[in-house]
């Protein structure tokens, strides 16, 4: 096996690292991202009950909801043209007014359809607004910085993820579950706020012309169909435990004030995992983060059938927070580094796509496997997948001063 140096993908170089400044970066990068997450957090867990409210099935809830996955996956192509053509700056703009369209659609909808068209206007917005967010990182950022800073990033909308459902909780409880709504509208419009008055970056994609998504698409496609198997299965680990987690509670039992508990310590074992992986990416390559992340996954995933209690339950729960915790901000951060210079933007359109494929595809995988086999059936495939992600990323995941393993 041989090792090539990628002189044209952007990866760190070994050396001295130059260390970026993160007080700079708190309002145009982590305040809004944090903010962002805080609404998210708060309205997740009522979209479904607000689709119920609208006389839809739990089957049909279910589905609905995930049209906002569905959003994100149309998008993710597009977005990159958009960032191409009109900056990091404006389109993150234009992302928030259509998510806060999604949001007021989903508020005020006299029926299933209406909400459903705002998931899925919710679900592109963001994937517009993240897409801008990781560009904008990008164009700021020194290479050799990046994985410090795109975990700290992500670090800071998980956090509000985390903390958002605890203040919607106290607005749910005056107003019903669209209160929590309207927390993720006000979130949606104060983030775009915050960064609509920054100045664009004179790096940014839309310096660098529009290349059309076919072009990229058919240059990239070697990257994309191999480090993109490993985000795939990553997106598909990191989504599934938010489904498979609380069935597998019920299965054992264990009530809804449990299962509340258990992800708010490992959401807190997530948000704190954030900045030291960052720092281990940036020493140790990206491969030395998503390796053992996925082996975490694939142990937690091997090992829940056999969680018969909420003690070992929540000892599975921390392995997946310690895994995605591990994993932040690392597709993110192996996007920028093999992304083409002339042609950031569309390609991490693409590179996006693969991940937020597999955050779809997971869950539905689960709910087909639940289908036909036992929950502990849809587990170990879940290992399996997990274990096969790792191999992929140990594979062809840059290493140690940005060296891909040949492909």
């Known amino acids: 096996m041989t090792a090539e140096a990628a002189p044209d993908t952007g990866c760190p170089k070994p050396g001295p690292p130059v260390r970026a400044r993160l007080a700079p970066l708190v309002l145009p990068v982590f305040l809004p991202s944090a903010v962002y997450g805080l609404g998210n957090g708060a309205a997740a867990p009522m979209f479904p009950l607000r689709a119920l409210e609208l006389g839809a099935s739990p089957g049909l809830a279910g589905l609905v909801v995930a049209l906002s996955g569905f959003g994100m996956i149309l998008m993710d192509l ?16 234009l992302g928030s007014a259509a998510g806060a369209l999604g949001m007021l659609a ?6 299933i359809a209406v909400f459903g068209a705002g998931m899925l206007l919710a679900g592109a917005a963001t994937a517009v607004w993240g897409l801008a967010r990781q560009s904008y990182v990008v164009a700021v950022v020194p290479a050799a910085d990046r994985g410090r800073v795109l975990s700290v990033f992500a670090g800071s909308m998980r956090l509000g993820f985390f903390a958002g459902p605890f203040l919607g909780a106290a607005i749910v409880h005056g107003a019903g579950p669209v209160g929590a709504l309207w927390v993720q509208l006000g979130a949606v419009v104060l983030a775009g706020g915050l960064v609509a008055v920054m100045p664009e970056p004179e790096d940014g994609a839309a310096a660098k012309g529009v290349t059309g998504l076919g072009t990229v698409l058919r240059e990239q496609r070697g990257l994309l169909t191999t480090l993109g198997s490993g985000a795939l299965l990553m997106g598909a680990a990191r989504a599934s435990r938010q489904v498979l987690l609380p069935l597998w509670a019920a299965h054992i039992g264990a009530d ?9 310590i490992a959401g807190a074992v997530d948000v704190l995992m954030s900045y030291p992986s960052g720092l281990w990416m940036d020493r140790f390559g990206r491969r030395a983060i998503g390796v053992p992340s996925m082996l975490c996954f694939a142990v937690g995933y091997a090992v829940l059938p056999f969680a018969g209690s909420v003690l070992w339950l929540s000892v599975v729960a921390v392995l997946l927070g310690v895994a995605n915790g591990l994993s932040n901000g690392v597709i993110m951060t192996v996007g920028a580094d093999i992304a083409p210079p002339d042609r950031r933007a569309e390609f991490l359109g693409a590179w996006r796509l ?9 869950p539905i995988t689960i709910g087909v496997i639940g289908a036909v086999s036992m929950l502990g059936g849809a587990a170990v495939v879940l290992a399996v997948a997990a274990g096969a992600g790792a191999a992929a990323m ?7 001063g940005g060296v891909l393993r040949d492909r």
């Open 78 to 93: 597009p977005a990159g043209s958009i960032v191409a053509r009109l900056g990091e700056r404006v389109a993150i703009a």
């Open 106 to 111: 989903a508020i005020f909808a006299p029926n």
């Open 256 to 264: 809804a004030a449990v299962v509340a508990l258990l992800f708010g």
């Open 354 to 362: 693969t991940h937020d494929f597999g955050m779809f595809a997971g």
């Open 394 to 400: 140990y594979r062809w995941f840059p290493g140690p």
